[in-house]
């Protein structure tokens, strides 16, 4: 049985309230969803921090989205009534409107620092914002990878075009390359792994297929991290298990001696959102060698059962110090948690029950 | 306004009743959307074939499925009686029973050839069968691109799974390569352009979202034609209009110097498949030059109104000779038709419309 999760004490480590809107009469509703990296001596995340205007109105919903039309590019605002015939809410996430689908909230990712992986200062101004036409509707759910001497970023660009991956690349946190789409609609999820594998790149990637398929996660190579082939299945969900309903891929792949640790999310069929565990083949990263049959988080403090889309844990990464592997997740969409585990354990239970 | 195309007078070219089916005591049910290249001096057409067992049980709905437990793995089928309560029958093409959706015939691609490009000898065996498991369910509608010596075979390979798009080369239409998943679910209607463009490969593709986005026809580039990124969206369905519930790509590109001519597919809200054309910047072709506004061929010959899936017309291939193109289709999802239109004429009214 996989060892669960230990919370941080400090829980939530990142609250909306805490961090400044990227616009003047706009608020943060979720802070959520990092990427995780070791830069030094400092843990960094990149936060996904989704804002929306304030609104005082309460007969209105309200989409941000990207006016392209504008030079530079800028954030408006879609409202609807309430009462609007042509309008159907959906949940806290989204909403459709006149047969196109519009996210309640626009998300751009903020860098937040940490010596200690517990107490971050977050940044005032975004480090990642929306720009181009594929981030109309947000940036969302960034997996850091660092890799020959950068960090790469790939996280979910939402447009009216679609939910697809993108790919940026820094190597300081301050300014980012953007190398463009490198999955179309509908995929997220995608995180590289750190470092090549028979000469080639690989991520996982989590397609969302719409006539035939389920939400489950898959493997892709790449020679230069923008050209993206050899797509195969990696893992299904599990009908009725806790991660029955969908998977994805969630912090960057850890390298260990038996085998790449990838932590990932499933959700049941009522959408309760939990992690788990697989090792993969260090030399075939398709080949799966152990799977957690138990989740090892699920949503159970009340910053995970209750937020802006309840009962949800979901990693974006994780940063191994010593044995210690410290996982920072979004909790309900809403908060930045940590939890931590000692990786010998986690290592251990996955491959006794595998043997 | 573009001009119509003229139909062969021997359409249907291919039916289901020429055809031997590749197993015993089962039955073509369709032979459709091929793909066409000039090979020497004659036609090559890559036809799907859509089989099924020859049932002789009204009561039952059957799915041939591709057996990978076996060696070589063989095609089985599922029974469902049609009183099952956890069926649902959907249109001729599918049911779906306990949550997964079935296709009621499988695919293989045949070899048809002919010299004047209009009486076909059709091969009595697959050239491309179901033999790995993204082809559980089927290998649809091929593209054939001549490129630096040899065929690319872009195909819909479809599976449990998902519908993804497949990569096979030939040199002899005897012999394929299997290249494996060039792009994930769900994705098809791929053709890859025939030669570079500003040193990278460029192929046409049709993602369908399952949450947001439209059924758009986008482009992606690739170094060797097995890996593919920078995705951009190239068009939209246009709402009301004859292609305004979904596009797809169909011929593979023709070269010409006034820009690359596409000819697509649009269905309507009412799923009437349709034909027209856009031209497309030979150095820039993600940048739409013209586009009909009238498509250029629709259902109306009888055997394009009913078959196996009524109103269709749907390209996947079409020869240049002299400035004839010719467009071979399928028609009603159950035959191959052709149909011609000279080049220039094409090019004439669409580059007329635009300026």
Redesign the interface.
């Known amino acids: 049985m996989i060892p669960r999760l230990t919370r941080f004490p400090e829980n939530p480590l990142i609250a909306p309230e805490q961090v400044r809107p990227s616009l003047e009469g706009w608020e943060v509703v979720c802070t959520f969803n990092p990427g995780a990296v070791l830069w030094r001596d400092e843990v960094r995340l990149l936060v996904r921090v989704a804002e929306r205007p304030r609104s005082e109105r309460p007969e209105e919903v309200t989409a941000p989205v990207l006016d392209l039309s504008s030079d530079p590019p800028r954030l408006t605002t879609l409202r609807v009534r309430r009462d609007d015939p042509e309008l159907e809410e959906m949940d806290p996430r989204w909403f459709r409107y006149r047969g196109q ?1 519009y996210l309640t909230t626009i998300s751009h990712l903020r860098l937040a620092r940490s010596h200690e992986g517990r107490r971050f200062v977050v940044e005032d101004t975004p480090a990642l914002a929306p720009q181009v ?1 594929y981030e109309g ?1 947000g940036a969302e759910d960034p997996r850091i990878t660092e890799l020959e001497g950068r960090y790469l970023v790939t996280y979910t660009a ?7 991956t993108a790919l940026a690349t820094t190597e300081d946190f301050a300014t980012f390359t953007r190398r ?8 997220r999820d995608v995180a590289v792994f750190p470092g090549r594998i028979n000469g080639r790149y690989a991520c996982h ?1 989590r ?8 939400a ?1 996660m ?1 493997i ?5 991290l ?8 990696l893992m ?1 969900p599990r009908p009725g298990a806790w991660d029955g309903g969908r998977i994805g891929g969630g912090a960057v792949p850890i390298r260990t001696d038996r085998g790449w640790l990838c932590i990932y999310h499933g959700a049941d069929e009522s959408n309760r959102y939990a992690l788990g565990a697989v090792l993969c083949d260090l030399e075939q990263p398709a080949c799966v060698l152990a799977r957690s049959d138990e989740p090892f988080l699920v949503p159970e403090a009340p910053y995970e059962t209750e937020g802006f889309f309840d009962n949800v844990v979901f990693t974006c990464g994780a940063v191994l110090r010593g044995d210690t592997v410290s996982i920072y997740y979004g909790a309900a969409d809403k908060y930045v948690c940590g939890a931590e585990a000692s990786l010998s354990e986690v290592l251990d239970s996955l491959t006794s029950a595998a043997s």
Chains 1, 2 share one sequence.
């Open positions: 689908t036409w509707f939402v447009s009216k075009h679609g939910i697809a463009g789409l490198i999955l179309p609609p509908e995929n990637h397609p969302f297929p719409r006539h035939i398929g389920a489950s898959w892709a190579y790449s020679p230069d923008v050209h993206w082939g050899g797509h195969d299945l299904l």
